[in-house]
C-alpha cells in the first residue's frame, strides 16, 4: 500500500520524531513511502509547486501519518500553516477517504490537546482516523515501546488493508457568527497605570474582532499597548534547536526577544485576540507561541491577569479552550474571562468586554487568583521533573526553578514523610488502626476549623 508521510518537524530529515517512524519503515517494508517535510523551516511550503507536489502525494496515497515534535500543545507552526493553505485553496477533496494517524514525541505535557487537534482535522478533511501514538522522547530506546509501536503501525495498516471503517469523534465545525455592531459607545478616561498589552493578528477582514478589540481598549481605564503580530519580525517558527535553553535568548535574532523582554514579562496583564481558523487561530499566532519557547518551562507569568477575546466557534472546539487554559495556568496566567462574537445580540458581547476590563483591573487591584485545576497542577509538577532531570539542558530553567523553590518534591516533606513510616507500622496493629479510623475525620478537621475561626 502507498503511505504519505507529512513530517512537521522543524528539522526535517533531522527529525528525532521521525526516527520512529523510520523504524516503522524498517519492519513494514513492502508498503511504499514518500516523505514530504511540510513542516521545515524554509521558504518551500509557499511556493506552488512543492505545496502541488506534496498534494499529489497525498492524492495518490491509501494512508497519510501525520508525524511531528509537539510545541506549544499542538503542531509546529509551519504544519499549522500547510493545514491552513489546504482549507484556503480548497483542496480537501485531495484527503478524502483516506486513513489517517499520528505519531508524535514529547513530554506528554498535554500532548492529548495536539492529538484532538489532528483527529478533528482530519475529519474535516474528510479522512478516517484511527488514534494516535504519542511517544515520550526516548520511548524508542525501550524494546516494550519499540513493541508498542509496530503494533501500533500493524493495526493502521490492517485497518487500510481491509477497509475496516472508524468512527468519527467530532462533528464538523460551523464557522459563521453574527455580525458584531458595538454602536454608539463612550470610552472610559484614561486615570490608571498598569501595564496592560494586547496580542492579535487582526486584519482588515476581521472585522467582528477589530470591533472587539477597539471597545475593550475603550473600556479599559489604563492605556493599552496593541501588538499585532503581523507588524513584528518574527523570521520563522520554533526550530527546536534549544539554544535558548541555556541563556534564555533565542537563536533568532528578531522582535521576538524583545517583545518577551521589554512588553511581555513587565505587562500587569496580557489579552490574547484572534479569530479562529481551522480549530486553532491562525498560524501566526502559533508562530508566536512556538517562539514562547524561550520563555521554555518557566512559569514567569505569575502574577499577571489576562483574558481572550475569541471571534469564532470557541463553543463548538472544547479543545481550544482547554488549550489556552493549559497554558494559561502552566504558567500562571490568571484568566479573568473569555469573550466571543458568538452572540446574536451585540449589546452583550459589549457588555461582556466592558465587564472583561472590570475584571482585570479588580483581579490586578485585588491579586485574585483562580485555583489551578489538575491541568495546571499536573502541567507544573511534568514540568518540575523534567527541569530537574534535564537541567544540564535546560540551564536557564533549572537555574529560575531553584531560585524561586520551584523543585517542591514530596520528599522534602521529611516530617510528613517520617509520620508516615511511622503510622504505616502502627497501623499493622488491629487496636490502633481501630483508634486511628474513629479519629482521622475530626483531626483531619481540627486545622481547617481552627483556621477559619482564627481568621
Excluded at 526535517?12 to 517494508?29: L, V, W
Excluded at 541563556?247 to 514579562?265: K, P, Q
Excluded at 496583564?269 to 520563555?295: E, H, P, T
Excluded at 499536573?378 to 523553590?405: Q, W
Aim: hydrophobic content about 40%; overall charge neutral.
Amino acid at each position: 500500500m502507498k503511505i504519505t508521510v507529512l513530517n512537521g518537524s522543524p528539522k526535517g530529515d533531522q527529525s528525532n520524531t521521525m526516527q520512529y517512524f523510520r523504524y516503522i519503515e524498517k519492519h513494514f517494508p513492502d508498503n511504499e513511502y514518500r516523505v514530504f517535510a511540510v513542516g521545515y523551516e524554509s521558504d518551500d511550503l509557499e511556493k506552488s509547486e512543492f505545496f502541488q507536489e506534496v498534494l499529489d502525494g497525498i492524492a495518490q496515497a491509501d494512508g497519510i501519518i501525520w508525524v511531528y515534535p509537539i510545541t506549544y500543545f499542538l503542531v509546529p507552526s509551519r504544519m499549522k500553516r500547510f493545514i491552513e493553505m489546504v482549507f484556503e485553496k480548497g483542496k480537501q477533496p485531495v484527503f478524502k477517504g483516506k486513513y489517517a494517524t499520528a505519531i508524535s514525541t514529547s513530554m506528554h505535557l498535554f500532548d492529548h490537546t495536539s492529538h484532538n487537534y489532528l483527529r478533528g482535522i482530519s475529519e474535516d478533511l474528510g479522512m478516517s482516523y484511527l488514534a494516535g501514538y504519542s511517544a515520550m522522547f526516548r520511548d524508542l530506546m525501550v524494546r516494550r515501546e519499540r513493541s508498542n509501536l509496530l503494533g501500533f503501525a500493524d493495526d493502521f495498516f490492517n485497518h487500510i488493508e481491509k477497509g475496516i471503517p472508524v468512527a468519527r469523534e467530532y462533528d464538523p465545525v460551523s464557522y459563521d457568527v453574527p455580525e458584531y455592531k458595538p454602536g454608539d459607545f463612550q470610552s472610559v478616561p484614561v486615570l490608571g497605570d498598569r501595564s496592560i498589552v494586547l496580542l492579535t493578528d487582526a486584519t482588515e477582514k476581521d472585522a467582528n474582532l477589530n470591533n472587539m478589540i477597539d471597545v475593550f481598549v475603550r473600556s479599559m481605564p489604563n492605556e493599552v499597548t496593541v501588538v499585532n503580530l503581523n507588524e513584528i519580525h518574527l523570521r520563522g517558527g520554533c526550530k527546536c534547536c534549544l539554544h535558548c535553553c541555556y541563556d534564555g535568548v533565542c537563536i533568532y535574532d528578531d522582535d521576538m526577544n524583545s517583545i518577551y523582554r521589554n512588553t511581555l514579562l513587565p505587562a500587569d496583564a496580557i489579552i490574547y485576540a484572534g479569530s479562529i481558523r481551522d480549530r486553532y487561530l491562525s498560524s501566526r499566532w502559533k508562530m508566536f507561541f512556538d517562539r514562547f519557547f524561550v520563555n521554555a518551562h518557566r512559569p514567569t507569568l505569575e502574577g499577571k491577569q489576562g483574558g481572550f477575546i475569541i471571534s469564532g466557534p470557541l463553543r463548538q472546539l472544547p479543545n481550544l479552550r482547554q488549550l489556552f487554559t493549559c497554558f494559561a495556568e502552566t504558567f500562571g496566567l490568571n484568566i479573568a474571562g473569555w469573550v466571543t462574537d458568538e452572540y446574536a445580540d451585540s449589546e452583550r458581547v459589549t457588555a461582556l468586554l466592558k465587564d472583561l476590563s472590570n475584571r482585570i483591573i479588580w483581579g490586578l487591584e485585588t491579586n485574585y487568583k483562580q485555583p489551578v485545576s489538575f491541568l495546571g497542577a499536573g502541567g507544573r509538577k511534568l514540568l518540575r521533573d523534567i527541569n530537574f532531570v534535564a537541567g544540564f539542558i535546560f540551564v536557564e530553567n533549572y537555574r529560575y526553578y531553584k531560585e524561586h523553590g520551584l523543585f517542591d518534591f514530596p520528599h522534602s516533606e521529611r516530617k510528613m514523610r517520617l509520620t508516615g513510616v511511622l503510622l504505616r507500622k502502627l497501623l499493622k496493629l488491629p487496636g490502633f488502626r481501630r483508634k486511628f479510623q474513629a479519629q482521622i475525620n475530626a483531626k483531619m478537621l481540627e486545622p481547617l476549623e481552627n483556621a477559619v475561626e482564627r481568621n
